[in-house]
Structure formats: C-alpha cells, structure tokens
Nanobody, 128 residues
Framework: QVQLIESGGGLVQTGASLRLSCLVS???????MGWFRQTPGNEREFVAA????????YYADSVKGRFTISKNNAKNTLSLQMNSLRPEDTAEYFC??????????????????????WGHGTQVTVSS
C-alpha cells in the first residue's frame, strides 16, 4: 500500500516562499506524481505534475514561473517550491501519485481522477 505524507505548509505573507514536501512509502517510487490544491466549496485544482523519471514537468498557468515541482527518487520525496506567493494561492495542498497514467501528457496529467494515491493535505495560507 502506497502512503503519501505532505509537510511544509504554513502561514506566510504575500511574496514569501514555502517548500512543500511529500514523502512516499510503501513501494518503488517510479510513477508520475502531482500536486493539487483545494479551497472550501471548490473542486480540487491541478497545480503541477512531474514524470516518473523527473525529466518532464507541467504547471497550471496560475503558478507557472513561480512554482517548481521536483522529485528525489533516492529519497522517495516529491517537492513543490513555491515562490512569490499570493493570497489566491491559499488552499490545502495535496500530493498524488498515479499508477494509471502511462504517457506523461496533457490533459491526462491534470486529471485528478487518474491519480490513485493521495496524501492527507497540508494547509498553505498567504496573507495580504
């Protein structure tokens, strides 16, 4: 059974940075992964995805140029470096892993329904 545990959320001011981490346990760390976020009353929103090798990445337009997704296969860790944070980035952030996605391409990798494993989330709050 795969387990994903997020950490690194918190309360920061506009313009600050945060780094989210997701520790993967339970099996070999060789699948596409992504970060999603959700605010109360809204659907989960795609943020960023990375291929199993780490060579390919994709970002939502709203975070492109500010966020960077990366993975360390040796440490079974997925990260999301978030810079220039804005109040609209406030959300609970979830990491996810897909045992379903075969080819890393859009729009497949932005579809949360194709991710099989999810963490419990970490809250990011950006004050204005």
């Amino acid at each position: 059974q795969v387990q994903l545990i997020e950490s690194g959320g918190g309360l920061v001011q506009t313009g600050a940075s945060l780094r989210l981490s997701c520790l993967v346990s339970g099996r070999t760390f060789n699948f596409p992964m992504g970060w999603f976020r959700q605010t109360p009353g809204n659907e989960r929103e795609f943020v960023a995805a990375i291929s199993w090798s780490g060579s390919d990445t994709y970002y939502a337009d709203s975070v492109k140029g500010r966020f960077t997704i990366s993975k360390n296969n040796a440490k079974n860790t997925l990260s999301l470096q978030m810079n220039s944070l804005r109040p609209e980035d406030t959300a609970e952030y979830f990491c996810a892993a897909s045992n379903t996605i075969v080819v890393f391409r859009t729009p497949t990798i932005t579809n949360g329904r194709l991710y099989d494993y999810w963490g419990h989330g970490t809250q990011v709050t950006v004050s204005s």
